[in-house]
């Protein structure tokens, strides 16, 4: 490890001081599973970042391999969940976060070094935003086709679902959202079902009430292999049934029908001006 990495885990290891502004803190959750190698380049990016979280969350599924070691060397909080899926395992780590907001990326996942001055500045943007997601590119690959395939799988993925919600969808690998808003609904996601998408899944129960917003710009990277031939298919089944367990109550008409009628009654509050 370098010394620019031991001061950046230093970082992440000390609470800020007293005098720290509470509703700034920030907690980064990163599921995992078998997933050693992506993982502690996850990390790197992360100690990497130009605006350091005050803590990094790993929750190891169930991992076979040297996950967990990994993330305590490079100074991450560990948490054990050994109930399967990742909405599981990302659940268990909203609940552990003591930050006020809260990121959410992939294992496969590098984000450049302004992710979390970027998404603290959009929060900034409008205080009445509760979540906000942004889209990724692809670090792997044939160079070529990265952009395009980038641009048609999250360009189909927001179309098809921002129909389906009534608003956009959550994006998993590039996503943060208030810990108030989690408090909120974290009775209400379906945690202990491993066959169903954790990002869709809260969106349908945070879009409801709140407010989400876009991040801007591609400060994210992942991995292309949700678009190899096994791990496509099964993401298009999880995501069907992602969509069906809330069916009747949020088929699409009945859920369009209550957020016309949330949104009329939610007192807009004040943009914030620049000065």
């Not at 979390?116 to 929060?123: E, G, N, P, Q, Y």
């Not at 379906?190 to 954790?198: F, L, T």
């Not at 009654?265 to 000065?275: C, D, F, Q, W």
Request: hydrophobic share 45%; glycine share 8%; aromatic share 6%.
């Amino acid at each position: 490890m370098t010394a620019a990495m031991v001061r950046r885990v230093e970082a992440v290891r000390s609470p800020r001081g007293a005098n720290a502004d509470e509703t700034s803190t920030t907690s980064v959750v990163i599921p995992v599973k078998d997933d050693a190698a992506l993982l502690a380049r996850c990390l790197a990016a992360l100690h990497a970042q130009d605006a350091p979280a005050d803590e990094i969350i790993v929750v190891d599924n169930g991992s076979s391999d040297d996950s967990a070691a990994i993330a305590r060397a490079a100074g991450a909080r560990v948490i054990s969940c050994l109930e399967p899926g990742i909405s599981a395992a990302a659940s268990a780590g909203y609940d552990a976060a003591r930050g006020a907001r809260i990121r959410r990326l992939d294992a496969d996942c590098e984000p450049d070094a302004g992710w979390i001055r970027a998404v603290t500045s959009a929060f900034a943007e409008d205080p009445r935003v509760a979540a906000v997601t942004g889209p990724a590119r692809f670090l792997d690959g044939p160079v070529a086709l990265r952009s395009p395939l980038a641009r048609l799988y999250l360009g189909a993925y927001t179309t098809v679902l921002s129909v389906t919600l009534g608003h956009r969808p959550l994006f998993g690998s590039n996503l943060a959202f208030r810990r108030d808003a989690w408090v909120a609904v974290r009775a209400d996601v379906h945690r202990c079902d491993p066959e169903i998408h954790d990002d869709l899944d809260l969106a349908f129960h945070l879009g409801e009430h709140h407010r989400i917003g876009h991040l801007p710009g591609e400060f994210m990277g992942m991995s292309m292999r949700p678009l190899t031939a096994g791990q496509f298919g099964r993401r298009v089944h999880r995501g069907f049934r992602s969509v069906l367990v809330h069916w009747p109550r949020d088929f699409p008409p009945f859920r369009w029908g209550r957020l016309i009628v949330h949104r009329h009654v939610r007192s807009p509050a004040p943009r914030r001006t620049r000065t």
